[in-house]
């Protein structure tokens, strides 16, 4: 009898359970940033609610959408891009907050969601993490927050400073948005069964 295999076998039942977990939290947090999304356009005045509004798509420092390619590549390899992109959120939505507390400081539902998905995003993060080293693929990663983060911050107050600043922080919220979903359909494919 080989002691080895009974602690593998021991370790599934673990494994699956927080694999269901953290799917589950990526669930949750999916329909979060629906409404983060939504509330931050409410707060932004016009031409953000407006139909037809499509803003420039500025570049994030330090993250980007999910590429097509994401969806071709192995599980465990999307999973280490998620949990890059998911450590690098929350420097970005702390950035966002700052600005709309200066824009916005009368929308304290606003400013507390982007507290709440910095929060959310780290603590995915780490259940991503979690379920990479449990799967033994947990290495090193991309650029963390602190870069980004600060590229964030330097938008400046003019009136063309102040619209970059909310299309940034639109391009912010929906850039957590997806890759919270992205997290949510790769552990999808881990969860017994196929896509939960």
Request: net charge neutral; proline share 9%; aromatic share 4%.
């Amino acid at each position: 009898e080989d002691p080895q295999s009974d602690s593998s076998v021991s370790l599934l039942p673990h494994l699956e359970a927080k694999i269901r977990q953290t799917h589950s939290l990526a669930r949750l947090l999916t329909k979060y940033a629906e409404q983060l999304l939504e509330e931050y356009v409410r707060h932004q005045g016009d031409p953000f609610g407006l139909p037809g509004f499509s803003p420039p798509r500025l570049p994030v420092a330090g993250l980007s959408a999910p590429a097509p390619t994401h969806a071709g590549l192995p599980v465990r390899e999307r999973l280490r891009l998620d949990a890059a992109a998911l450590d690098a959120l929350p420097g970005l939505l702390d950035a966002v907050r700052r600005h709309q507390a200066e824009l916005n400081p009368s929308a304290p539902r606003l400013l507390r969601r982007l507290e709440d998905a910095a929060r959310q995003a780290r603590a995915l993060g780490a259940a991503v993490d979690t379920v990479l080293a449990a799967l033994g693929a947990l290495g090193a990663r991309g650029p963390g927050p602190e870069p980004a983060a600060a590229a964030a911050a330097t938008v400046t107050n003019t009136a063309a400073g102040i619209f970059s600043a909310k299309v940034l922080g639109l391009r912010v919220c929906g850039l957590y948005g997806e890759w919270v979903s992205r997290t949510e359909g790769d552990l999808g494919q881990l969860v017994p069964g196929g896509l939960a």
